[in-house]
């Protein structure tokens, strides 16, 4: 069945009938409170300090840095945006090397000595633009996301991948064409790489920035760690083993950058890879029957349903190596986007999507919530709620009342309408000309070599020539961003 348009769900009572006829109930508020008591604009008060409303900027990279992983016009265009949003917490701003093979294509930043100023730059440049446009910036706090691509490394060629794994997939290999020749990552090079961690967190603390998220999703290889099931030695097999990675970075961190936060960004489930069907809507990707344990989070009998016990035991350890922040996110946008991004259109690469979208939102949020309930100390960031569009205030607002995250953390919809954030907070009506329809163009640019940015609805990259690049690949890819 066809989903039903967001943007036809004009009243409430829509909304809810919609909720009814696909089995779910997503929370929900019929309005919208306003001010600084109201519960998004409540300030959020931990050990730390304040931050000071309850919008969390999630990571976005640009696709669009220098090639030596330096910040763009572009990119501090994006990070002036985040700071203009009314946000006041900036979760790692988009995803940073450690070093330059960890790219996930040649235009990603990396941190090192020589890049360093730029990021600060970029840093003080959102911090200017927020105090100059809200008065104050003792109440916003600013992480950078950390990364290593792994598996999906691509950081040379636009069209080459060069991946490192940490185990053979049955599915991966075979859908992203990795052969035998593939650079499985030895314990030595980990134990290298865990050393680029430490040393890009000191990096990060040098620049200012309040907290280094490890980042542990999207398929990328702090992801893989987790999954790593059946590999031998000491980064694989037992739960111990697979999370043996980021307990070295941590005690690095607190050895040599004592007084930086650490937060982590984490794939709370995954399914199975999936794969556009003979009529383009996605199907998983064929699997024999037997129990599927490469999904993190997921049921093990089917790949198709969650299992959070793991994640949750991956909380507990986050809690008891002191980390207190926390960003839920699933799946992977390179193979089953639809539970990490649902959208009405997919991408260039991507397929139908095999469920309403409602459904991939409600499947984050319901999620995010049994695990803040299963761990109430910790601070959680909640994702995915842009396919929610007009009724993402309604529902954000409905969840950090009732505690079921702390943040609501906005993707997509802060690369069309940057300022949602403040204009909830002050109680104005939404844009709706700016709401993100979740057209996926941001995704579909990137994946054709374009920098990434919101080509329908942001009047900067309208006038673009990507634009046009981007009109031509959908009338030659039926599939692209369209249904
Ligand atoms: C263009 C683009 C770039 C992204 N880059 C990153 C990234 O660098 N790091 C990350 O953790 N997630 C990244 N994401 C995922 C988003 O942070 C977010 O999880 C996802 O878009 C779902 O949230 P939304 O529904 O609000 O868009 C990216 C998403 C988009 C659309
Ligand atoms: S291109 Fe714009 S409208 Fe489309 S998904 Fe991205 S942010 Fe949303």
């Not at 037992?238 to 930086?260: D, M, Q, W």
């Not at 937060?263 to 199975?272: A, C, K, N, T």
Request: hydrophobic share 35%; aromatic share 10%; with cysteine.
């Amino acid at each position: 069945m066809e989903p039903r348009r967001i943007a036809s769900l004009k009243t409430a009572e829509n909304f809810r009938d919609t909720q009814e006829r696909l089995g779910i109930d997503l929370p929900f508020d019929e309005t919208v409170e306003a001010g600084a008591e109201s519960p998004l604009g409540r300030p959020y008060h931990w050990r730390g300090g304040t931050v000071g409303n309850r919008f969390a900027i999630l990571p976005m990279e640009g696709w669009d840095g220098e090639s030596d992983g330096k910040p763009s016009d572009l990119t501090i265009r994006r990070w002036e945006n985040f700071g203009l949003s009314g946000a006041k917490l900036i979760w790692g701003g988009e995803a940073v090397a450690v070093r330059p093979d960890g790219r996930a294509n040649p235009n990603q930043l990396v941190i090192n000595d020589a890049n360093l100023a730029g990021l600060e730059r970029l840093r003080l440049r959102l911090d200017t633009v927020h105090r100059a446009q809200f008065g104050r910036t003792d109440d916003l706090y600013v992480g950078l996301q950390l990364t290593h691509s792994g598996r999906f490394a691509r950081p040379y060629d636009k069209r080459k991948m060069e991946p490192q794994v940490l185990y053979r997939h049955p599915c991966l290999d075979p859908k992203f064409g990795l052969g035998s020749d593939v650079h499985l990552l030895t314990d030595d090079e980990i134990a290298r790489l865990v050393t680029d961690f430490v040393r890009a967190s000191r990096q990060a603390h040098d620049a200012g920035f309040a907290f280094v998220d490890i980042k542990h999703c999207h398929g990328y290889l702090g992801h893989e760690f987790l999954s790593a099931v059946d590999r031998p030695g000491r980064y694989g097999g037992s739960f111990v083993n697979r999370t043996r990675f980021l307990r070295e970075i941590v005690e690095g961190i607190k050895s040599e950058a004592p007084g930086l936060e650490v937060g982590v960004r984490i794939s709370i489930f995954d399914f199975l890879p999936y794969r556009a069907g003979p009529d383009g809507q996605g199907e998983p990707w064929p699997w024999p029957g037997s129990p599927y344990p490469y999904a993190f989070g997921g049921d093990p009998g089917t790949g198709l349903a969650l299992d959070l016990a793991e994640p949750s035991a991956f909380l507990n350890l986050l809690e008891e190596l002191g980390i207190h922040w926390v960003c839920t996110t699933a799946g992977s946008p390179y193979y089953n986007p639809h539970i990490q991004r649902p959208s009405a259109f997919p991408p260039s690469d991507g397929y139908l999507p095999p469920e309403d979208p409602l459904i991939g939102v409600a499947r984050q949020v319901d999620a995010t919530a049994a695990l803040k309930a299963r761990h109430p100390n910790l601070a959680i960031v909640g994702s995915g709620y842009t396919y929610l569009q007009d009724w993402l205030p309604h529902v954000g607002q409905r969840v950090v009342r009732d505690g079921s995250a702390d943040f609501v953390g906005l993707g997509r919809m802060v690369l069309s309408y940057p300022d949602l954030p403040a204009d909830v907070v002050a109680g104005r009506v939404s844009d709706r000309k700016r709401i993100c329809r979740t057209f996926s163009d941001c995704t579909t640019a990137p994946r054709n070599g374009m920098v990434s940015g919101c080509y329908p609805l942001d009047p900067f990259y309208k006038t673009r020539p990507e634009r046009e690049q981007l009109a031509q690949l959908k009338r030659d890819t039926p599939s692209a961003g369209q249904r």
